[in-house]
């Protein structure tokens, strides 16, 4: 089964950006559609962006212009670029397909504060 890796995370200050990788352990190109997903402490894990194999993205409300989603199937990476981001932002991201049974990763931290 394919698994994915997530990296990128780090200690931010608000408005500052951040580009999230997330790398596949085997091809992703027959995989509709690819999600990033978030978990902040004490709250429920949220999908935050997918894009599907048309092209097709949708973002959470509250992140819409800030986040863009973009994968690379040659090279089995999906990404998440996040500009301006908030201090409410900050969560562990993970990122998977948007169904299907598969694992999640480690996912990757990203803090935003002052």
């Given at each position: 089964?394919?698994?994915?890796?997530?990296?990128?995370?780090?200690?931010?200050?608000?408005?500052?950006?951040?580009?999230?990788?997330?790398?596949?352990?085997?091809?992703?190109?027959?995989?509709?559609?690819?999600?990033?997903?978030?978990?902040?402490?004490?709250?429920?894990?949220?999908?935050?962006?997918?894009?599907?194999?048309?092209?097709?993205?949708?973002?959470?409300?509250?992140?819409?212009?800030?986040?863009?989603?973009?994968?690379?199937?040659?090279?089995?990476?999906?990404?998440?670029?996040?500009?301006?981001?908030?201090?409410?932002?900050t969560a562990v991201y993970y990122c998977r397909p948007t169904?299907?049974?598969?694992?999640?990763?480690?996912?990757?931290?990203?803090?935003?504060?002052?």
């Open positions: 089964q394919v698994q994915f890796v997530e990296s990128g995370g780090g200690s931010v200050e608000p408005g500052g950006s951040l580009r999230l990788s997330c790398t596949a352990s085997g091809s992703i190109s027959s995989i509709w559609a690819m999600g990033w997903y978030r978990e902040a402490p004490e709250k429920d894990r949220e999908l935050v962006a997918y894009l599907t194999g048309a092209g097709v993205t949708d973002y959470l409300d509250s992140v819409k212009g800030r986040f863009t989603i973009s994968r690379d199937n040659a090279k089995n990476t999906v990404y998440l670029q996040m500009n301006s981001l908030k201090p409410e932002d169904s299907g049974n598969y694992a999640w990763g480690q996912g990757t931290q990203v803090t935003v504060s002052s």
